[in-house]
């Protein structure tokens, strides 16, 4: 059970409803996390903006890769509710099934490039708490990244440090779409909804 409910479209402010109609584009939903959240609009508001500029392509870091280091990052966090949503995001933005369903096994799947595997090597680092990040990781990084490029990853796998832990402490139940994405593309890795129900 979800530690607050989220709001309905009836009990939001009208314009950050309009607002957050953002997500239904990488997501098919607005997500209850952002329903949530939206119990402070300001909050809401300040996060949808931050997840907009991070999740902007201005480089190689395609929409679709982004959305699997925002997986790499939740699955080493342990949080469901967002592995499922990046799983999603991942098939929306036209990942193929290889990907989707061989990315938490990226170090020998032959679906990712040199490049990816280090990003996505970088991301599961990044989230361990403490940090793993080291030097090695960092070279092979910008061996084949840009500084800009290198940017854009750290902040996807921030903001999604950030929802895991939303969305874990907060026990944000998981919509429709989500929940067939994990169930189709995670089986491997033993997801379940878990609290997320």
């Not at 997500?23 to 809401?44: C, D, Y």
């Not at 991942?90 to 679906?111: I, K, M, P, Q």
């Not at 998981?174 to 909804?193: F, Q, R, S, V, Y």
Request: charged share 25%; aromatic share 10%.
């Amino acid at each position: 059970m979800a530690l607050v409910p989220p709001l309905g479209d009836e009990d939001f402010d009208p314009e950050l409803l309009e607002f957050v109609q953002f997500f239904k584009g990488p997501l098919g939903v607005i997500p209850n996390s952002v329903r949530t959240m939206a119990r402070r609009p300001e909050v809401a508001r300040a996060f949808t903006n931050l997840n907009i500029a991070v999740m902007k392509c201005e480089a190689g870091v395609t929409p679709e890769f982004k959305r699997l280091i925002g997986y790499m990052t939740s699955y080493v966090s342990g949080c469901r509710y967002c592995q499922a949503h990046t799983i999603l995001g991942s098939e929306r933005f036209g990942s193929t099934e290889a990907r989707l369903n061989d990315v938490w096994n990226f170090d020998s799947s032959d679906h990712f490039s040199d490049a990816e595997k280090a990003a996505l090597a970088f991301a599961r680092a990044a989230a361990m708490v403490p940090n793993e990040v080291d030097e090695e990781i960092s070279n092979n990084l910008r061996a084949h990244w840009d500084h800009g490029e290198i940017v854009e990853i750290t902040a996807v796998v921030a903001l999604f440090g950030y929802l895991n832990r939303w969305n874990d402490s907060m026990g944000s139940v998981l919509e429709d779409l989500p929940i067939e994405a994990g169930e189709k593309h995670l089986k491997e890795t033993g997801w379940e909804i878990g609290k997320h129900s």
